[in-house]
């Protein structure tokens, strides 16, 4: 048997991508989405299309009630900027849904026997997040050597951030090699029902602009007139 790897899967350009390369390095795919409150549902429908075209062992998703405490655009009813992103972190950050996501994914993976987990954090062509950054991931990665029963009785999780250091349109064709189809993910702060993306906030800039960089079509729906 394969060795069994949970990769988090959002629906977004860069989890597709991260899948793929699960898939190619010949790990069993367990793929988990998180319902966490999220303005719109179009990503994790997203998620399912993805997972299904990618023939996952298995697709979960969790929900969690991060609106219940907001503090973000994507789980509060406030606007979502529309001007780029300046050297303040954005509205959009949601307050530690990576850790949760990351705790989440670690404790299906104790269950699943598993000791990889993969997740799309970029640092590159991103908004500024904290959780994205390469030392949140070495402080993550400590914490699974202590956290587990799997960790202390000697197998210790490996996360894996194959998309850490690489750009968008680096992503893009690197994506684009493994056969990912990304008219079938939403990386929109704010997609309509249909899955459309916006055209305007940060997600749909550097996701244009990746695909600009990597001289790629860009296959993205967008609402009519954007």
């Given at each position: 048997?394969?060795?069994r790897?949970?990769?988090?899967?959002?629906?977004?350009?860069?989890?597709?991508?991260?899948?793929?390369?699960?898939?190619?390095?010949g790990?069993?795919?367990?793929?988990?989405?998180?319902?966490?409150?999220?303005?719109?549902?179009?990503?994790?429908?997203?998620?399912?299309?993805?997972?299904?075209?990618?023939?996952?062992?298995?697709?979960?998703?969790?929900?969690?009630?991060?609106?219940?405490?907001?503090?973000?655009?994507?789980?509060?009813?406030?606007?979502?900027?529309?001007?780029?992103?300046?050297?303040?972190?954005?509205?959009?950050?949601?307050?530690?849904?990576?850790?949760?996501?990351?705790?989440?994914?670690?404790?299906?993976?104790?269950?699943?026997?598993?000791?990889?987990?993969?997740i799309?954090?970029?640092?590159?062509?991103?908004?500024?997040?904290?959780?994205?950054?390469?030392?949140?991931?070495?402080?993550?990665?400590?914490?699974?050597?202590v956290?587990?029963?799997?960790?202390?009785?000697?197998?210790?999780?490996?996360?894996?951030?194959?998309?850490?250091?690489l750009?968008?349109?680096?992503?893009?064709?690197?994506?684009?090699?493994?056969?990912?189809?990304?008219?079938?993910?939403?990386?929109?702060?704010?997609?309509d029902?249909?899955?459309?993306?916006?055209?305007?906030?940060?997600?749909?800039?550097?996701?244009?602009?990746?695909?600009?960089?990597?001289?790629?079509?860009?296959p993205?729906?967008?609402?009519?007139?954007t």
């Amino acid at each position: 048997m394969r060795d069994r790897a949970v990769i988090l899967v959002s629906g977004g350009l860069d989890s597709a991508t991260v899948l793929a390369m699960a898939r190619n390095e010949g790990f069993a795919l367990h793929a988990l989405s998180v319902d966490y409150g999220q303005r719109h549902c179009s990503e994790l429908d997203a998620a399912t299309r993805v997972c299904k075209t990618a023939a996952v062992k298995a697709h979960k998703i969790v929900t969690i009630d991060l609106r219940s405490i907001g503090g973000s655009a994507l789980t509060e009813d406030l606007d979502v900027p529309r001007t780029g992103v300046g050297n303040s972190i954005p509205i959009t950050y949601v307050p530690a849904r990576n850790t949760i996501m990351l705790s989440v994914a670690m404790a299906w993976a104790e269950v699943l026997g598993a000791a990889d987990v993969f997740i799309g954090v970029n640092a590159v062509d991103y908004s500024g997040y904290p959780d994205c950054r390469p030392e949140f991931i070495s402080a993550f990665q400590q914490l699974a050597r202590v956290a587990t029963k799997s960790a202390i009785e000697g197998r210790t999780l490996q996360l894996h951030t194959p998309l850490i250091h690489l750009s968008k349109a680096e992503i893009i064709r690197k994506g684009m090699k493994l056969g990912v189809n990304y008219e079938q993910t939403v990386s929109c702060y704010q997609a309509d029902p249909k899955g459309r993306a916006c055209g305007v906030c940060d997600s749909c800039r550097i996701r244009r602009a990746g695909f600009v960089q990597a001289g790629v079509p860009d296959p993205t729906r967008y609402w009519q007139g954007t």
